[in-house]
C-alpha cells in the first residue's frame, strides 16, 4: 500500500516568510508525528498527534511553529517568519494505534533551505 | 529525559565483513529501542525493534541486536555486510506516553562499505 507521502520534497524561502510543509500518513494510522533534522541538532522530535486528543507539542522549538491534523489524516507543519536556523529536513511519520507496537512508518522528508 | 549514544560516528568495514554499531541509551523505565537506516535522500527504514522478551531481536536485510539492561546498550549487528548496507543508522529510544512513542534518536553512524 501507499507510505507516507510528504510535500514539497525541496521548499526554498526566504528569511522572513511563512511556510507550510504538508504530510499524508498511511490510511488509517491514528498517530502522527513531526521530526525535524539538521546537522546541529540531529533527528528531533517536534510534535505528535494520537486521534482526536490534544496534541504533544513539546518538541516545538518557538512558537513560529505549529502545525495542525485536520480530519484525523492530513498534518500541516507550519513555519511563521522563518529564520536560517530553520533549514533541515522535515520528516512526518505515522503508526498505527496498538497498546504494545509503535512502529513508525517514515515519509522522505520536507528539505527546507531559508536564504 | 531520556538519551541515545552512538559513539561511532563514522564506521568503514569491506564487503563480507562483520559489522557492529553500538549504541547506549539512558532512560528510567523499560525502554522500547529501535534501529532505523536512512539511505541517501531518503526517509528512515525501520531495521529492527525491542519492547519486551527475548532479549535478541532479529530484522529485516539479516540485521540482528541484543538488548543489554545490565550495559543499557541495544548494539545492531550483521555477519556479513552487502555494499548495499552503505547508508547511515539510527538508534532511538521510544518514550511511551498517551498512545505513541516520541523517539529520541542518538546522532546516528555513517556505514562505509569498501568493496
Known amino acids: 500500500g501507499a507510505g507516507v507521502s510528504q510535500s514539497p520534497s525541496n521548499k526554498v524561502t526566504e528569511k522572513g516568510k511563512d511556510v507550510e510543509l504538508r504530510c499524508d500518513p498511511i490510511?488509517?494510522?491514528?498517530?502522527l508525528y513531526w521530526y525535524r533534522q539538521s546537522l546541529g541538532q540531529g533527528l528531533e522530535f517536534l510534535i505528535y498527534f494520537q486521534g482526536n486528543s490534544a496534541p504533544d507539542k513539546s518538541g516545538l522549538p518557538s512558537d513560529r511553529f505549529s502545525a495542525e491534523r485536520t480530519g484525523g489524516s492530513v498534518s500541516t507543519l507550519t513555519i511563521q517568519r522563518t529564520q536560517q536556523e530553520d533549514s533541515a529536513v522535515y520528516l512526518c511519520a505515522s503508526s498505527p494505534w496498538t497498546s504494545g507496537s509503535n512502529e513508525q512508518y517514515f515519509g522522505p522528508g520536507t528539505r527546507l533551505t531559508v536564504t | 529525559a531520556q538519551s541515545v549514544t552512538q559513539p561511532d560516528i563514522h564506521i568503514t568495514v569491506s564487503e563480507g565483513a562483520s559489522l557492529e554499531l553500538r549504541c547506549n541509551y539512558s532512560y528510567g523505565a523499560t525502554p522500547y529501542l529501535f534501529w532505523y537506516v536512512q539511505s541517501p535522500g531518503q526517509g528512515l527504514q525501520l531495521l529492527l525493534k525491542?519492547?519486551?522478551?527475548?532479549?535478541l531481536v532479529q530484522g529485516i536485510k539479516g540485521f540482528e541486536a541484543e538488548f543489554k539492561r545490565s550495559q543499557s546498550s541495544f548494539n545492531l549487528r550483521k555477519p556479513s555486510v552487502h555494499w548495499s548496507d552503505a547508508a547511515e543508522y539510527f538508534c532511538a529510544v521510544g518514550s511511551f506516553t498517551g498512545g505513541g512513542n516520541k523517539l529520541t534518536f542518538g546522532t546516528g553512524t555513517q556505514l562505509k562499505v569498501e568493496l
Open positions: 490510511s488509517g494510522h491514528t498517530a
Open positions: 525491542y519492547f519486551s522478551g527475548d532479549t
